[in-house]
């Protein structure tokens, strides 16, 4: 079966800084990956994915993922952060690619300072 | 680009009552729809697959009897929290995957519905 660990369940990052919202996972096969985005009382909104190809996958709103099979991570990042992309953000997973296999992580909520 | 819209967003109903969601993928059929529940602060949980003209498949440990989903078109599908009680209060969102299309990739999510039983 397959997992996605968030290991924070907050983070905190001033207006203007680099941010990075961490994710691991675990499956079997080829992994598809995906991060969304997810604001008050509204459902996920995609941001990107990762299936193949470029490691560095770039998606909506200025954010990009890492694909590291290494450490079988999918990082999420954006150069300079915005108070608005304070949200929920969701990690998930997908053993090739199902939809009804697609496992998400616990969410991490994203606070940008001004 | 696809949209999913969900009916109602907010609904509030006395405990012993049955409430319906309803799941629309306004610009696409879709053949198969997610049910999810999310409680507060924690990630979704796959409830049920929907699955249109057939029954649905429905994750374990997920009542049946209790959320009832129908799936009677291309792009309608219903959840239904049959004698809700207090601890059936939830997030409950949908997600529409277009007719012959698997991945989940091209997964579509509504904008959920917040469920209070009193």
């Known amino acids: 079966a397959q997992s996605v660990a968030q290991p924070e369940d907050q983070v905190n990052v001033a207006e203007g800084n680099p941010l990075t919202v961490k994710c691991t996972y675990s499956?079997?096969?080829?992994?598809?990956l995906f991060w969304y985005v997810q604001y008050p009382n509204r459902g996920l909104q995609f941001l990107l994915k990762y299936i193949t190809g470029d490691n560095l996958v770039k998606g909506s709103y200025g954010f990009e993922a890492e694909f590291n099979k290494s450490q079988t991570s999918f990082h999420l990042k954006k150069p300079s952060a915005l108070v608005s992309d304070s949200a929920l953000y969701f990690c998930?997973?997908?053993?090739?690619?199902?939809?009804?296999?697609?496992?998400f992580g616990s969410g991490t909520q994203l606070t940008v300072l001004p | 680009g696809a949209v999913v819209s969900q009916h109602p967003s907010r609904v509030i109903c006395k405990s012993g009552t049955s409430v319906k969601i309803e799941c629309r993928s306004l610009?696409?059929?879709?053949?198969?729809m997610f049910w999810y529940r999310q409680f507060p602060k924690q990630s979704l949980m796959l409830m049920a697959t929907s699955n249109e003209g057939s029954k649905a498949t429905y994750e374990q440990g997920v009542e049946k009897d209790k959320f009832l989903i129908n799936h009677a078109s291309l792009t309608l599908s219903t959840l239904t929290v049959t004698s809700a009680h207090p601890e059936d209060s939830s997030f409950y969102i949908c997600?529409?995957?277009?007719?012959?299309?698997?991945?989940?990739?091209?997964?579509?999510f509504g904008a959920g519905s917040r469920l209070t039983v009193l």
């Open positions: 499956v079997s096969g080829n992994p598809y």
């Open positions: 610009d696409f059929q879709a053949t198969t």
């Open positions: 997600s529409a995957l277009p007719s012959g299309l698997s991945g989940a990739n091209v997964l579509t």
């Open positions: 998930a997973v997908s053993p090739g690619g199902s939809a009804r296999q697609l496992t």
